[in-house]
């Protein structure tokens, strides 16, 4: 069994920066993609990017140019670094491992979610 926990949501001011951190622990854990979703209140989840044990990166379409990520396969974790936050970007947003397969990522495990609140 595979588990997930994020940490590092919280509340910043508009224009803010936070760094979201993501572990996975448990077998074959370090054979999966691993993700960023976001789901803003009374919307649709919504993926931000996710990143392969081999350092492939695939990029969603938000927050584009507002957030960098990162996977340490060492320790099978993955931080999503956001900058230049706006109101908009409230969230909980959720770690989640998979695999893709014809391009399309395919969700197997989450985490509990982070809260991230931007305030103006």
């Known amino acids: 069994q595979i588990q997930v926990v994020e940490s590092g949501g919280g509340l910043v001011q508009v224009g803010g920066s936070l760094r979201l951190s993501c572990a996975a622990s448990?077998?074959?854990?370090?054979?999966?993609?691993m993700a960023w979703v976001r789901q803003p209140p009374g919307k649709e989840r919504e993926f931000i990017a996710s990143?392969?044990?081999?350092?492939?990166?695939t990029y969603g379409r938000v927050m584009q140019g507002r957030y960098a990520i990162s996977r340490n396969n060492a320790d099978n974790t993955v931080v999503l670094q956001l900058t230049d936050l706006i109101p908009e970007d409230t969230a909980v947003y959720y770690c989640?491992?998979?695999?893709?397969?014809?391009?399309?990522?395919?969700?197997?495990?989450w985490g509990q979610g982070t809260q991230v609140t931007v305030s103006s």
């Open positions: 448990g077998r074959a854990a370090s054979l999966k993609e």
């Open positions: 989640s491992l998979g695999l893709r397969r014809l391009g399309i990522f395919e969700y197997q495990y």
């Open positions: 990143v392969g044990n081999t350092g492939l990166t």
